[in-house]
């Protein structure tokens, strides 16, 4: 029991804290209110257990073996990143009333964990933290998964939360205007010590 409430608190901690699925489920918030984002909010909340699951089960072993492989995958996150900086930055609202862009769909939240580079620091770092070698890794990888899963939706249902009460002290376009493009520049900061060596 000790060690579910250590993995909880580990993963509240860094799944609560500002990254690119908290900003962008923010700015979701904002730009399309709560039932167009649930996909995105869901996308997330399965995906990123998923990931965990994965490298719990073996992909660690293989960028172990494959070093360049994970290098690949960090810069193709961060490209992929820079671009959806790119889209919030230039997106219209509701209150422009020429809304272009939908929110992630389910599948593209999903597949974002794997791109996603404070994803895999989590990932990694709960499955190195809450493993021991000395007994079998797939019960603990599952439970380590279990305990990301259930943390994930109050974790993310706070920051759409966050982004839908937000959008109601939005009162023009050009306020909403000036959060996108500064949640995009937050988007942009989040890479930052990524990129650093």
């Known amino acids: 029991m000790e060690l579910i409430l250590a993995i909880a608190l580990f993963a509240f901690s ?28 869901f996308g997330i909340c399965i995906g990123f257990p998923c990931m965990v699951l994965a490298i719990g089960l073996g992909l660690s072993a293989l960028f172990q073996t494959y070093p360049h492989l994970h290098t690949v995958i960090k810069y193709i996150g961060i490209a992929y990143l820079l671009y959806l900086s790119w889209l919030i930055a230039t997106s219209s609202s509701k209150m ?12 593209q939240a999903a597949a974002f964990q ?42 993310a249902m706070i920051w759409l939360g966050f982004g839908v009460a937000l959008k109601r002290l939005l009162k023009n376009v050009r306020q909403q205007k000036i959060f996108n493009i500064t949640m995009a520049l937050l988007l942009v900061a989040s890479i930052i010590p990524m990129i650093a060596p």
Do not use: Y
């Open 96 to 107: 422009e009333g020429k809304q272009k862009r939908a929110p992630l769909s389910f599948i």
């Open 114 to 155: 794997w791109v996603n580079p404070k994803g895999w620091i989590m990932a990694i770092g709960a499955v190195a933290t809450f493993t021991n070698v000395q007994q079998p890794l797939t019960p603990q990888v599952f439970t380590i998964t279990t305990v990301f899963f259930c943390v994930a939706f109050p974790c």
């Open 14 to 41: 860094s799944g609560i804290t500002p990254g690119p699925n908290n900003v962008m489920l923010m700015t979701s918030g904002v730009n399309f209110g709560v039932r167009k984002s649930l996909p995105h909010l």
